[in-house]
């Protein structure tokens, strides 16, 4: 079992990316999936998940308003569109789920919010 994530690279302030978390080897559609990131210096966060068939989510303040998080169970893709995007939104973001004691962490991908 695995994920990939895809769709970081460098885009400048105000710009947009939309990054995918493609599953293989499970289903995602019973797994609650999330997006962290970790900066330089600092812990890893969750940024978004999202929960249950319903799909309700949740998101840290200070991305709020501006990412959304999406799943596709039969692409068994997760997806984070990021719009207005900041310097400080720069960091390496990881996939995850976690489906009582199983849990995936993707490899994750870079993301470079510079002008």
């Known amino acids: 079992a695995q994920l990939v994530e895809s769709g970081g690279g460098l885009v400048q302030p105000g710009g947009s990316l939309r990054l995918s978390c493609a599953a293989s080897?499970?289903?995602?559609?019973?797994?609650?999936m999330s997006w962290y990131r970790q900066a330089p210096g600092k812990e890893r966060e969750l940024v978004a998940d999202?929960?249950?068939?319903?799909?309700?989510?949740n998101y840290v303040d200070s991305v709020k308003g501006r990412f959304t998080i999406s799943r596709h169970n039969d692409k068994n893709t997760v997806y984070l569109q990021m719009n207005s995007l900041k310097p400080e939104d720069t960091a390496v973001y990881y996939c995850?789920?976690?489906?009582?004691?199983?849990?995936?962490w993707g490899q994750g991908t870079q993301v470079t919010v510079s002008s």
């Open positions: 080897g499970f289903t995602i559609s019973r797994y609650v």
């Open positions: 995850h789920a976690v489906f009582l004691n199983y849990q995936h």
């Open positions: 999202i929960i249950g068939s319903g799909g309700r989510t």
